[in-house]
Every structure is written in structure tokens, then in C-alpha cells.
């Protein structure tokens, strides 16, 4: 017999197909819930470093080591809660969740996509909103980063 992942009893196949996409809207707000969470996790890291170096930022080539610092958080942030939860803190405040078009798990290469190579892409293009308008008009509702992934944002049950 195969293990196969469940949700409530159910095989999580079956409730990704039963369950409702989340529009741009509620995105948007989880996504906005997730940067004040990373801010303030980077702030509570990251301010030790203002007491090196005489308060001025520590230049690494063309990068500061606060910028370098903040994004590895930035996206430690996405890829392991995404990982271990299928959803941030902010996709839970709003009741949402990650998961396979498929419906099996989530895999380390699924969130390497989803979250480095698509988010690297919105923030290197700084067309952030135009990359991600594209849920809105998606009939299931998926971003750029979904697209290249194969994942979905579904209401949580």
C-alpha cells in the first residue's frame, strides 16, 4: 500500500482539486503580512551591525553586508516555511496555503523555483506588480513564480 499524503483524511490531491485558487487580493495582503514579518525580523538581526564599523555600513564588493544578511533571510523566510508549512505567516493570517497542480507534496525543488528563482526574478526586475498581476488574470490564478513552479495558492481547509 502506498503512502499517500492526506489532508483531514482525505488524499491532498483530492482537496487541491476541491479547493478555491486565492485571488491577487488576498495574496497581496499575505505577501504585505510577510515583508512587515521580514523587516522585523532583519531589524532585530540586523541591528548589532550598526555598532560595527562606527555605525557605517560594511561595503562587500558592490553589496553591503546588511543587504547580503537581509536576503538571505528574505528568502531563508519564503523557502522554509513554504517547505515545512506550505504557507508563510502571512498565508496563514489569511488562511491560504502552497501546493503541487499536481496535488503531492511539495518538493525542495518545487520551493527553489517557486521561491528563489521567482522571487529573484520580481526583485531583479523591480516590475514586481506587473509580474505579479499576472494572478489576477490567471484562470487559476497562479504568478509568474507559480507558473515556473507548478504550484498553486489554495484557500487552506
Known amino acids: 500500500m502506498s503512502e499517500e499524503s492526506t489532508v483531514m483524511g482525505q488524499p491532498e490531491a483530492e482537496v487541491v482539486n476541491r479547493s478555491p485558487y486565492a485571488g491577487f487580493w488576498m495574496r497581496f495582503w499575505a505577501y504585505l503580512a ?3 514579518i521580514v523587516f522585523s525580523i532583519n531589524g532585530i538581526i540586523l541591528s548589532p551591525l550598526r555598532f560595527l564599523n562606527d555605525g557605517a555600513a560594511i561595503d562587500i564588493g558592490f553589496w553591503t553586508l546588511s543587504g547580503i544578511l537581509s536576503s538571505i533571510v ?3 523566510y ?6 515545512f508549512y506550505q504557507q508563510t505567516l502571512g498565508k496563514m493570517i489569511f488562511g491560504l496555503k502552497v501546493v503541487r497542480s499536481d496535488g503531492e507534496k511539495l518538493s525542495w525543488n518545487d520551493l527553489i523555483f517557486r ?3 521567482g522571487r529573484f526574478l520580481h526583485r531583479v526586475f523591480f516590475i514586481t506588480f506587473l509580474l505579479y498581476i499576472v494572478v489576477a488574470f490567471n484562470s487559476e490564478k497562479q504568478g ?3 507558473l515556473i513552479a507548478g504550484t ?6
Open 152 to 157: 498553486r495558492v489554495v484557500f487552506a481547509r
Open 144 to 146: 509568474i513564480h507559480d
Open 78 to 83: 519564503f523557502v522554509l516555511m513554504t517547505k
Open 34 to 36: 510577510d515583508l512587515i
Open 74 to 76: 528574505f528568502y531563508l
Open 115 to 117: 521561491e528563489l528563482v
